[in-house]
Antibody, heavy 119, light 107 residues
Framework: QVQLQESGPGLVKPSQTLSLTCTVSGGSISSGSYYWSWIRQPAGKGLEWIGRIYTSGSTNYNPSLKSRVTISVDTSKNQFSLKLSSVTAADTAVYYC???????????WGQGTLVTVSS | DIQMTQSPSSLSASVGDRVTITCQASQDISNYLNWYQQKPGKAPKLLIYDASNLETGVPSRFSGSGSGTDFTFTISSLQPEDIATYYCQQYDNLPYSFGQGTKLEIK
């Protein structure tokens, strides 16, 4: 059974860079034709797809965030990561990582991690 | 970008009721639509994929239908554990996009 777990600082100062890591267990991040995505959800609001990465390193980003987002993968650690630069209070949200498969999108999710942007 | 419009935004129903939620895409997405259930403090859970296919382990009282731009999600007989917020999501085109959610409450 695939499991995903987000980790990283829960508090980030405005204008700084938010950095999160998603660790995949129960299978190799490189096996199968999977993309690995980041999704976020501000408190009491809906879901926003941030972007995804393939294990080859190929990425796709939401145009609304593209200028500030970098997603990377470390297959040796079975992890992929999110960096979001120049954060503001509007970036305060629960951040989820999820698997994006060739037949089923977002079938496995991490539990989510709350990131608050505040000085 | 494809906009997904869900209705209603909230819904109150009784145990045993048939519940229906609709989702409309701003352009044709074929059947590339998922439905998720999200309970407070939890990650979304995939219920329906490809508009009408039940994810493994999901009770058969949940169903989905539709194609093109108009989709429907149905709970045939509402159970207390179904209280949650439900989201549709298209994966026809990037960026992936979600509906705004339907909060389901027990009457």
């Amino acid at each position: 059974q695939v499991q995903l777990q987000e980790s990283g600082p829960g508090l980030v100062k405005p204008s700084q860079t938010l950095s999160l890591t998603c660790t995949v267990s129960g299978g190799s991040i490189s096996s199968g034709s999977y993309y690995w995505s980041w999704i976020r959800q501000p408190a009491g609001k809906g879901l926003e797809w941030i972007g995804r990465i393939y294990t080859s390193g190929s990425t796709n980003y939401n145009p609304s965030l593209k200028s500030r987002v970098t997603i990377s993968v470390d297959t040796s650690k079975n992890q992929f990561s999110l960096k979001l630069s120049s954060v503001t209070a509007a970036d305060t949200a629960v951040y989820y990582c999820a698997r994006d498969g060739p037949t089923t999108v977002f079938d496995y999710w991490g539990q989510g991690t709350l990131v608050t942007v505040s000085s | 970008d494809i906009q997904m419009t869900q209705s209603p935004s909230s819904l109150s129903a009784s145990v045993g009721d048939r519940v229906t939620i609709t989702c409309q895409a701003s352009q044709d997405i074929s059947n590339y639509l998922n439905w998720y259930q999200q309970k407070p403090g939890k990650a979304p859970k995939l219920l329906i994929y490809d508009a009408s296919n039940l994810e493994t382990g999901v009770p058969s009282r949940f169903s989905g239908s539709g194609s093109g731009t108009d989709f429907t999600f149905t709970i045939s007989s509402l159970q207390p554990e179904d209280i949650a917020t439900y989201y549709c999501q298209q994966y026809d085109n990037l960026p992936y996009s979600f509906g705004q959610g339907t909060k389901l409450e027990i009457k």
